[in-house]
């Protein structure tokens, strides 16, 4: 915000700059804009007066000039007394020997140099925005140990979870189990969808008061939801591969699926390790960051995609199962007597 107003002020001076003027004569006070201008650039002085000359200001020596000198896309160059402040925007400030300004000395985008000249007030220069000094690279030890770190993170989340929904875990590994492939293209589509749908939600709930006031609460719920079902969908895979990966670890009481989730979930965070192993590797390293955040993201969608088929399928109403012989008259039905499905007389009950 701080350097769009500067912007904004260099560009209102810049646009005062090709106002033509007299050299070395007073224009009278300042407009409001070219005041806020100056002062939105953190240039000082009480601005009574400007004093504008060209592209080179130049007070001579013996002259003397009231008010402040501002030059605009030029130096200023003093040589003579100033009773003000000087200010050069775009442009450098050089205070010669025997100069002598009662004010401050400044320049924005520039350099303020005091040649053997005298400058009352303060000095300093103002750039667009100070230069930032960048970190330097990470080394592979802090790599591996932030690694180490969210790997702890992980586990912890996958022992949470193992707690707390360990049935949801093992129901959504066998959708995964079953059909992969199908699970990933429909968490692509949920991924997809979930903005027009969030947004679809909120537009319905903007028809009633009650529901304008709920908005604020869906909007802040459904990402949260989505970032949950993710993870349940990323541990679910590391389910799968622990099943996959250690045989003995198969079952689906609580021990087991803990000999399952917690290898699986270590081989499913391996790429990030090695990603942080391979840091001061150049290129190397590159790859294997994003072979690890392909793996993750393939990971978490296709879990995404099985949590929502596992939903559909729970919702789907169980198919009527037809009985042997045709005989499907469940007894009783709305108080009718239950008749006994005949049976063919023998012949030797015929005969008598």
Known sequence: MRLLLRLSAAAVLGVAAFVPATAQTSVGALDDSTTSA????????????????????????????????????????????VLGSVSAIFGDVTVRDGADVHGSASAWRGRVIVEG?????????????????????????????LAGGWGVMVLTLALIALVLS?????????????????????????????????????????????????IPFVLVAAPIAMVGLVTLGWLSVALLLGRAAFRHSSGNDRAALLRALVPGTVVLFAPWILAAALQSAGG????????????????????????????LSQRRPAAPVATAGGWQTPTPIGGIAAARRPVPARPEASAK
């Open 166 to 214: 360990g049935r949801q875990l093992d129901a959504v590994a066998g959708v995964l189990e079953q059909d992969f492939g199908k699970a990933f293209l429909v968490g692509v589509a949920g991924q997809l969808g979930f903005l027009p749908i969030v947004l679809l939600a909120a537009a319905a709930l903007a028809v009633t008061l009650v529901g304008i006031l709920l």
């Open 38 to 81: 100056l002062r939105a650039l953190g240039l000082s002085g009480e601005f009574r007066g400007f004093y504008k000359v060209g592209e080179t200001g130049l007070v001579a020596a013996g002259d003397t000039v009231r008010g402040p000198v501002v030059v605009l896309r030029g130096d200023a160059d003093i040589r003579g007394t």
């Open 117 to 145: 000249g005298r400058v009352r007030g303060a000095i300093g220069a103002k750039p667009v925005a100070a230069a930032r000094v960048a970190p330097p690279p990470r080394s592979t030890a802090e790599a591996l140990t």
């Open 284 to 311: 190397a390293a590159i790859l294997a960051r994003a072979f690890a955040l392909g793996v993750t993201w393939v990971a978490a969608t296709a879990g995404l995609g099985a949590i929502v088929l596992l939903r």
